[in-house]
């Protein structure tokens, strides 16, 4: 596991998700914000904002780390055994205080009279807790589960863009959830305003995501129905618990299953050398 500490690549990948944090939440908060001198900003252009900013950073980042941006998105990717244990800890970290310094940069560049909330998430229109927590479940499940769809490279059919397709999803999940809740779907994206201003005496977040972290639930729901049942990959339980524990892999697995599907296509079954079966 501690291999992953040694690694510069994993020193930039923590680093990444901290600045797409960071600029996630200084131009999503800010675009939320209500001007004295301006109209209200309309749930369209709040929606747009989050979206075009996601899109962008997964676009600018998605290499490097895979752009999580999100804790329950790690949360997800960990239940699908896609990051390691230690790896998802560290993310989750960066993920936390890159947005609060995104939202306090945001708190110091705005005038007084304009950055009043800083944009928070609290119910609106009489919504009850129960009701926030299931749209918020919602919303982080249809998120997530169009994120290991999008970016799944054993698929064969036109991908499209994974930015573009993700950015979406933020963006209609704005335009449903703004209603109810202001919209998170992003426990980093909640967390972070409430600390800046030191708010939590209404703040639901508070009580659903930091004590029940239920919304969570629709990440890992969307992560274990994607990745076990509609589309199940093909590891072993073994490999599975060396990617959870982080293990230094003695071969780069992509590689190896790319050779096997090319020694399958070059010869067939009824056709394989002898030892070859083994060898696979």
């Known amino acids: 596991m501690m291999w992953e ?3 510069v690549a994993f020193t930039r990948a923590v680093l990444a998700e901290f600045l797409a944090t960071l600029v996630f939440i200084l131009f999503g908060l800010g675009s939320a914000l209500n001007w004295p001198s301006a109209a209200s900003p309309s749930i369209l252009q709040i929606a747009l904002a989050f979206g075009l900013a996601i899109g962008t950073l997964v676009q600018a980042l998605g290499h490097i780390s895979g752009a999580h941006i999100n ?16 790896r998802a800890v560290f993310y ?12 306090a940069i945001l708190h110091e560049i705005t005038p007084a009279d304009s950055r009043e909330g800083l944009a928070i998430n609290k119910l609106h ?19 997530v589960l169009c994120i290991f769809a999008s970016t799944d490279e ?9 930015a573009l397709s993700i950015g979406l999803s933020v963006a209609v999940g704005h335009l449903l959830g ?25 703040h639901w977040v508070s009580r659903v ?45 992509a590689e190896r299953e790319v050779r096997r599907r090319q020694s399958v296509e070059l010869h067939p079954p009824q056709t394989l050398p002898r030892g070859m079966s083994e060898k696979v």
């Open 125 to 143: 229109n009489e919504t009850t807790t129960g009701q926030a927590v299931t749209v918020e479940l919602f919303l982080t499940f249809q998120l």
């Open 5 to 7: 500490l040694r690694s």
């Open 71 to 86: 804790p329950a998105v790690t949360v997800a990717c960990l239940i699908g055994s896609q990051v390691s244990f230690l």
């Open 154 to 162: 054993r698929r064969e059919d036109n991908l499209g863009s994974p």
């Open 209 to 253: 995501y930091w004590e029940g972290s239920l919304p969570m639930a629709g990440g890992a729901a969307a992560s274990i129905i994607y990745n076990y049942i509609l589309f199940p990959q093909a590891k072993s339980f073994s490999e599975r618990l060396a990617i959870l524990k982080g293990c230094e892999p003695e071969e780069d697995w």
């Open 178 to 202: 703004i209603r109810y809740t202001g919209c998170s779907m992003n426990p980093a994206r909640s967390f972070a305003p409430a600390v800046i201003v030191g708010d939590f005496s209404d």
């Open 92 to 103: 989750v970290v960066a993920q936390l205080l890159g947005g609060v310094v995104g939202a």
